[in-house]
């Protein structure tokens, strides 16, 4: 968790790669907490503070207090975590193909 430099805000980077469909985040999020908006390439909701959701797991989180920041953005991946919306990049895996197919 940083700070961000040209607002009041913080930004949560995720420790492994993410790749978040953002439609299941909506349908899970939506019980939980307002949903702002849907653009498709980011979902923005709102719970302790308003939160801009990016598809790589990235988290903005509009508040000047980082113990908000840090529950709230706490609070976004537990309700995730474990479920199909979040995807971890398997790296070296991105083509598809074993090292056998490679060959041929």
Do not use: F
């Not at 930004?11 to 790749?19: G, T, V």
């Not at 653009?39 to 790589?56: P, T, W």
């Amino acid at each position: 968790m940083k700070p961000c430099k040209t607002s009041a805000a913080y930004e949560a980077i995720p420790r492994e790669h993410l790749n978040l469909d953002l439609d299941q985040s909506e349908e899970i999020l939506k019980n939980v907490c307002t949903i702002v908006t849907n653009a498709g390439i980011l979902l923005i909701v709102n719970d302790r503070c308003e939160v801009s959701i990016h598809k790589d797991g990235r988290l903005i989180l509009k508040t000047d207090s980082q113990e908000i920041a840090s529950d709230q953005a706490g609070r976004i991946a537990a309700w995730l975590e474990g479920t199909t919306a979040i995807r971890k990049h398997q790296q070296g895996r991105s083509s598809g193909m074993t090292k056998s197919d490679r060959g041929r």
